[in-house]
């Protein structure tokens, strides 16, 4: 039984046989496999030719070897599951190496329906069916994780900018410095001269003193990275009070 196992899991992955079986599915996986898989109704001249006539009006499917083409030939009276059945039952005769001929013993005709029914049964497509899950798993994962850390990146950002932080800032050791200042907002008005690196929030700030032309704008505007230290300074001690 574990030999006939093997061999259908062997016949999917080479016949690259995947999802739902299906009749064309099937036929499409036997013709990867070099097999010819044909119905009774449009065979009629190569049946007569082979002598097969007479066989094939008594059997739901039959195979052959004519040279080197292996060919199934299938009753198309039948219904889709019936034809497949018969199908997976000739493709275990030639995979597990019966003579390729319409004449088996019963242990051969044993044989071939087990293969037929583990080919068949949706457990049997277990391994295949287990890849599909976990590649979708990943897929799944890779989405989520693509969702959440825009959303992650812009949250932290927010939580600081409200903070009093530019949002054009991305030095960290300005985020650090100034994570403080949690009544800090970017519409506050700020000090600041054109050339100075710094922003000031205080107006009188010892920094500012001897600069002639000092800008008031809103620290949204300042393009300043840091803020002062003396400024910061004085605001944290004015928080404390
Ligand atoms: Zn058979
Ligand atoms: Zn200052």
Redesign the pocket.
């Known amino acids: 039984m574990n030999y006939i196992r093997h061999k259908v899991s062997n016949f999917i992955s080479k016949s690259n046989l995947h999802g739902n079986i299906t009749l064309s599915g099937l036929v499409k996986a036997a013709n990867r496999m070099n097999i010819m898989v044909k119905p009774y109704s449009s065979s009629k001249r190569m049946l007569l030719m082979l002598r097969l006539t007479k066989e094939s009006n008594n059997?739901p499917?039959?195979?052959v070897k004519d040279q080197d083409n292996i060919m199934i030939f299938y009753d198309d009276a039948l219904s889709e599951d019936e034809t497949i059945f018969a199908i997976a039952?000739?493709i275990?005769?030639i995979e597990l190496g019966?003579n390729i001929t319409?004449k088996?013993n019963d242990r051969?005709?044993k044989e071939?329906?087990t293969f037929a029914h583990y080919l068949l049964t949706p457990s049997n497509n277990y391994k295949i069916a287990n890849k599909t899950c976990v590649i979708s798993l990943c897929i799944c994962l890779i989405i989520i994780i693509l969702l959440i850390a825009p959303w992650r990146k812009n949250n932290q950002p927010t939580s600081l900018s409200s903070k009093g932080l530019n949002n054009t800032d991305t030095s960290s050791e300005t985020v650090e410095s100034q994570s403080t200042f949690s009544e800090i907002n970017n519409s506050d008005i700020c000090y600041f001269t054109e050339k100075g690196e710094v922003y000031h929030l205080y107006r009188d700030c010892g920094y500012l003193k001897n600069s002639k032309t000092v800008i008031s704008n809103t620290i949204a505007h300042c393009h300043k990275d840091r803020l002062c230290s003396a400024c910061k300074k004085r605001h944290e001690s004015e928080l404390n009070k």
């Open positions: 059997v499917a039959l195979c039952h000739e275990g005769h019966h319409f088996h051969q005709e071939a329906n």
